[in-house]
């Protein structure tokens, strides 16, 4: 209490003076970390605004179309952050490359687990044509990225389908992960979709010659010490009984 015994005035936040792009990526950030721990429908703008210290009237300014142009925006850059995890330089062994998309892949899927699964698995009554256009987006940016470093510039479908299928398998794993606890260490499940995507590439070139071209040109790229020599040694021994099928 003070001396006219009412009690103090709280201060307030410093308003800060922004540009147009600074106030709405300060806006965007703070809608994807609410998002990163809620589903999209329990996030309200009053939540996004408290998060960025300013009004809930100038969170409309920016965004007139209310929660649900804020989430497809908020969504926009989630994907574009999602989309250049899989950008890496194309040199070295391909199961290097991999790993090292898929440890900026999953790091994302750490940081916005809630948010995350609420994106992949649907059903979020903020979900329109729009926001599951920017999701499948993603999964083909993925796939184009992961192509070119296979060194085939017109893969045929047995190919596309071959690193699409694997996609769908890594976003599975991710939401499987999310339900398990974030069970078993990252770099164990990173290690782990590594191995998933060589075998499905072996697999596939067994019925396609295209893909038997490629598997054979990244094979010879990798050290006897890698991953895929690793993984070599670990299947010895589970098919050295199936001999009679030879």
């Not at 210290?53 to 574009?80: M, T």
Request: net charge neutral; glycine share 6%.
């Amino acid at each position: 209490m003070n001396g006219s015994g009412t009690a103090p005035a709280v201060p307030r936040p410093a308003y800060r003076r922004l540009s147009v792009e600074q106030r709405r990526s300060q806006l965007l950030t703070a809608a994807l970390g609410l998002f990163a721990q809620r589903a999209p429908e329990d996030v309200s703008l009053d939540d996004v605004a408290t998060a960025a210290e300013v009004s809930r009237p100038l969170v409309y300014r920016y965004f007139p179309g209310g929660k649900q142009q804020l989430y497809e925006a908020a969504l926009r850059s989630a994907a574009d952050m999602l989309e250049r995890c899989f950008a890496e330089p194309e040199s070295g062994p391909l199961t290097q490359r991999l790993s090292r998309a898929l440890d900026r892949y999953l790091a994302f899927v750490d940081e916005h687990d809630a948010g995350f699964s609420a994106l992949l698995q649907g059903g979020s009554v903020v979900e329109t044509a729009r926001t599951s256009a920017i999701v499948d987006e993603v999964r083909r940016a993925a796939a184009d990225q992961i192509l070119r470093h296979l060194g085939e510039p017109r893969p045929g479908l047995r190919l596309r389908m071959t690193v699409r299928m694997w996609i769908t398998a890594v976003e599975g794993a991710s939401l499987i992960w999310l339900d398990e606890d974030k069970q078993p260490a990252l770099d164990e499940l990173r290690d782990w979709l590594v191995d998933h995507f060589i075998a499905l590439l072996t697999a596939t070139a067994a019925r396609d010659p295209q893909t038997a071209k490629v598997t054979r040109a990244a094979l010879k790229l990798e050290a006897a010490d890698g991953p895929a020599g690793g993984l070599a040694r670990r299947l010895l021994p589970v098919v050295s009984d199936a001999t009679h099928l030879l």
